[in-house]
């Protein structure tokens, strides 16, 4: 059973450009969640989604940030017209029922992503 | 809200010293609690967790015991290495935010030969 797989691993994107990010999660979870960490910094959180739907966005940026997780295929997030400050470690993790059922969350390995 | 709070880094300590990185949290209701490492490069991986008062993780030497009275669920290793260099993380979920997990600030551990 693979783990959560994200990609890229690395991204480097110009200023003003749009930078996708994909992350599958493990088979059997309907539950992902994205976070950011900045550099020397802990880990904050952005969008909980389930197939479908999001659950909670409270902590992704109004404007520019959006995520999504198709009936089929990987969840997307995608930053449009990219800053230097989006320049971040980005984890995606996944479950297979809601936190609150005590469930761990497993991460993948990241995309760091570079706006220059 | 639903918090961490952890003790700040950076932790230094010499090989087959005792560790402990303290944290304690503020939640409704009866969180689950966690302990997760992040080594140089990679993502998260859980490492141990806890998810009722008096319940104690524990893996690979490190434990963390469950306080409901001091609200606390405190990382110990009785012998660190050299290879337990790494960012640790405190966290916790509840019913009160089942949409996500909320982490500490994290605690950078240097361990020296």
């Known amino acids: 059973n693979a783990g959560v797989m994200q990609n890229p691993r690395h991204l480097v994107r110009r200023r003003g450009q749009e930078a996708r990010l994909r992350c599958s999660p493990m088979k059997g979870h309907s539950h992902v969640y994205w976070y950011r960490q900045l550099p020397e910094e802990g880990l904050k959180f952005m969008v909980y989604?389930?197939?479908?739907?999001?659950?909670?966005e409270s902590g992704m940026p109004k404007e520019r940030f959006s995520a999504e997780f198709p009936k089929e295929g990987p969840s997307i997030l995608r930053i449009q017209q990219v800053v230097r400050g989006d320049s971040a470690a980005y984890f995606c993790?996944?479950?297979?029922?809601?936190?609150?059922?005590?469930?761990?969350?497993?991460f993948g390995q990241g995309t760091r992503l570079t706006v220059v | 809200g639903n918090s961490v709070t952890q003790m700040e880094g950076p932790v230094t300590l010499s090989e087959e010293a005792f560790l402990t990185i303290n944290c304690t949290y503020t939640?409704?209701?009866?969180?689950?609690l966690f302990w997760y490492v992040q080594y140089p490069g990679e993502g998260l991986q859980l490492l141990l967790k806890?998810?009722?008062?008096?319940d104690k993780g524990s893996n690979k030497g490190f434990e963390a015991t469950y306080r409901k009275e001091t609200t606390s669920f405190h990382l110990e290793k009785g012998s660190v290495q050299v290879s337990d260099s790494a960012v640790y993380f405190c966290?916790?979920?509840?019913?009160?935010?089942?949409?996500?997990?909320?982490f500490g600030s994290g605690t950078r551990l240097s361990i020296r030969p």
């Open positions: 989604l389930q197939k479908e739907n999001i659950i909670d």
């Open positions: 939640a409704t209701g009866y969180p689950s």
């Open positions: 806890a998810t009722k008062a008096d």
């Open positions: 993790a996944s479950s297979p029922n809601t936190p609150g059922d005590v469930t761990e969350a497993f």
């Open positions: 966290a916790l979920t509840s019913r009160s935010s089942a949409s996500k997990i909320i």
